[in-house]
């Protein structure tokens, strides 16, 4: 989910999309819109991946989410690291999920986004 080509990295957009019990591996930059993950595998990190309106439904466990201050070894260049919306989570709800050892990395602004009434952020 992401790609790049041999020349240049390209950017995916997904729209109104629904992912039901799929594994989420490998992201690349990736942008997601108004789309629901109900009970996916996010054993992943989301580095260059941005969700916006995004419902998340289930158990998330074992999970990164990285935000502009975040330029590990994924971002090779520059060009990189400037295409993608680097971890933007704007408006997304997890108050349907059961978050396991998921963590914020790397300035997520996390304003905007809803929890489980129980989950503590810091």
Not at 68 to 83: A, C, E, V
Not at 84 to 107: C, P
Request: hydrophobic share 35%.
């Amino acid at each position: 989910m992401g790609s790049t080509t041999l020349v240049m990295p390209r950017k995916t957009v997904y729209r109104n999309c629904t992912f039901e019990r799929v594994k989420l591996r490998n992201f690349g930059i990736a942008d997601f819109f108004d789309c629901s993950f109900i009970n996916c595998d996010f054993r992943s990190a989301f580095i260059a991946a941005s969700f916006t309106r995004c419902s998340f439904i289930g158990e998330i466990s074992g999970c990164v989410f990285c935000g502009p201050q975040y330029k590990g070894g994924y971002y090779i260049n520059w060009l990189n690291y400037w295409i993608s919306n680097k971890g933007r989570l704007h408006y997304v709800d997890f108050t349907k999920a059961t978050l396991i050892d998921v963590a914020f990395r790397g300035g997520v602004d996390l304003s905007t986004t809803k929890f489980p009434i129980d989950y503590e952020t810091d």
